[in-house]
């Protein structure tokens, strides 16, 4: 198990506040231009800063989510896993899931090129 290097988890964490801050324009200055997002709830993948603007704009007219990153795993060269603590509400304040999910992200550069959402490797076994 590697630890990821300072400058990912740093990028990483910085987009997870961006997002959590619903400021769109300093999370997409953090992705390459041919940048892949997972429509979370929505299923599919969007591509490109535009695409992502439309469909969080769209989310956020819908649900209220909230992800705070509690760890991060190295998975090879170029990505990184990180343990996310998601919160969904809805706009009316209710809580519609609260759960423990995978982010893996892919850095190229110093920016995020891909992010998709995996499974979590067992809770509490070592990897």
Known sequence: MHHPSSSDTQLLRAAYAAFNARDIDAALALMTADVTWPRA??????????????????QWGEVDPHVEPVAFHTQGASQTLVDVHQVVRSLDGAVLADAQVGHLFTVRDGLIQGMEVCALPASGAAA
């Open 41 to 58: 709830f929505k299923g599919g993948f969007v591509q490109g800063p535009d695409a992502i603007r439309a469909y969080w704009t769209e």
